[in-house]
């Protein structure tokens, strides 16, 4: 398991990526970050996911949550998860900021399966056409479940 999050804001461009500086929580990993289902280098936006065994696919829970804004009323945010490049529709987070430079959370979850021979790649995608002001403590958790 492994839970990230940022300790400062963000203005993400359209389509930019989230990064993350903090990783309060990684479990199953040795000092150098490997071993584990999870694979995230600090200061980056990409967690590279890791299949069960050779045999056997990976499942995971991910989950993103995040205070957004913009300084323009009326604008529409959107972000999503995406995995290996593909945004995943069931994770689009839509806000229209109604005041100005007022945050707003937006939150989303799914599960994915990777494949024990590319395993897959997580990230977290500005897929609106404005930028995205991401406030700090935003939180990525993803968990393998089987």
């Known amino acids: 398991m492994?839970?990230?999050?940022?300790?400062t804001t963000q203005v993400i461009p359209a389509g930019g990526t989230v990064t993350f500086d903090m990783t309060p929580?990684?479990?199953?990993?040795?000092?150098?970050?490997?071993?584990?289902?999870?694979?995230h280098k600090q200061g980056t936006g990409l967690v590279r996911l890791r299949?069960?065994?050779k045999c056997r696919p990976?499942?995971?829970?991910?989950?993103?949550?995040?205070?957004?804004?913009?300084?323009?009323?009326?604008t529409q945010l959107n972000l999503a998860i995406n995995l290996d490049g593909a945004t995943l529709p069931?994770?689009?987070m839509l806000e229209t900021v109604l005041v100005a430079g007022l945050f707003e959370n937006v939150s989303?979850?799914?599960?994915?399966?990777?494949?024990?021979?590319?395993?897959?790649?997580?990230?977290?995608?500005?897929?609106?056409?404005?930028?995205?002001?991401?406030?700090?403590?935003?939180?990525?958790?993803?968990?393998r479940i089987a």
């Open 90 to 92: 069931e994770t689009n």
């Open 2 to 7: 492994i839970v990230l999050s940022n300790s």
């Open 51 to 53: 299949a069960s065994t």
């Open 25 to 39: 929580l990684h479990t199953g990993c040795n000092s150098e970050g490997y071993g584990g289902a999870e694979y």
């Open 58 to 74: 990976g499942v995971f829970e991910i989950n993103f949550s995040g205070n957004v804004s913009n300084p323009a009323a009326g």
């Open 108 to 143: 989303t979850a799914t599960a994915v399966k990777v494949c024990p021979d590319n395993g897959g790649s997580v990230t977290v995608v500005n897929n609106g056409t404005d930028p995205v002001i991401l406030a700090p403590g935003s939180s990525l958790y993803i968990k």
